[in-house]
């Protein structure tokens, strides 16, 4: 299985402020995504980070305010801009090959 | 798109006995549906998948039922003890599980000592 790891771990930010979070696996792996988690809710997909090219947003998340990267096979980063508290959440990125494994997760708080 | 259904939202259990968690899903195009729990303040951690061309899968204390035809998926944990206390998650995926996967709305299972 892959081992994946987030920094920060959580964070707590100003409104109006970006906050990038960074993902790193163990190994190769051909898709990573990005997973929002609100408090006491489930999981939800912002996007799938292509490596090489520009991230695959789902409905509900733009470009502009979820920055992603993923400049290799390992390596992902995902950035919430222009904060309000209404982003205060969990961000988890995952691995697959063909199971997929979550990071522990940043914990987002936005003041 | 795929929509899953995921029940109860809350169950309790006492230790020893059994919990079974139900989830429906809505595109016949699905073909792997893992499941996953999450204790307070980690990640999700995969416990148990299941693929379509498969019907019944078990790993120690826990196995997972798939009906392609219902569209249902259910999670056995049997002789709970009281470290499976913790929110499950299942979840439906096409592409065998190297694509995006929908998540069911949770199941926060505590076991009774």
Request: aromatic residues 0%; hydrophobic residues 15%.
């Given at each position: 299985s892959a081992v994946i790891s987030q920094k920060p771990s959580r964070d707590i930010c100003q409104r109006g402020t970006s906050l990038t979070i960074q993902c790193q696996v163990d190994s190769q792996v051909t898709m990573m995504f990005w997973y929002r988690q609100q408090p006491g809710q489930s999981l939800t997909l912002i996007a799938t980070a292509n490596q090489g090219s520009e991230a695959t947003y789902e409905s509900g998340f733009v470009i502009d305010k979820f920055p992603i990267s993923r400049p290799n096979l390992t390596f992902s980063t995902l950035t919430v801009s222009n904060?309000?508290?209404?982003?205060?959440s969990i961000y988890l990125c995952s691995a697959s090959q063909n199971t997929q494994y979550f990071g522990p997760g940043t914990r987002l708080t936005v003041l | 798109g795929e929509n899953v259904e995921q029940h109860p939202s809350t169950l309790s259990v006492q230790e020893g006995d059994s919990a079974v968690i139900k989830c429906t899903y809505s595109d016949?195009?699905?073909?792997y549906f893992p499941w996953y729990k999450q204790e307070l303040g980690k990640g999700p951690q995969l416990i148990i998948d299941i693929r379509s061309n498969v019907g019944e899968k078990k790993d120690q204390r826990i196995a997972v039922t798939l009906n392609k035809t219902a569209k249902h998926f259910s999670l056995h944990i049997t002789e709970?003890?009281?470290?499976?206390s913790a929110v499950y998650f299942c979840a439906a995926s096409k592409g065998q599980g190297a694509q995006k996967l929908v998540f069911g709305q949770g199941t926060r299972l505590t076991i009774n000592p």
């Open positions: 904060m309000s508290p209404e982003d205060s | 016949s195009a699905s073909n709970t003890q009281p470290e499976d």
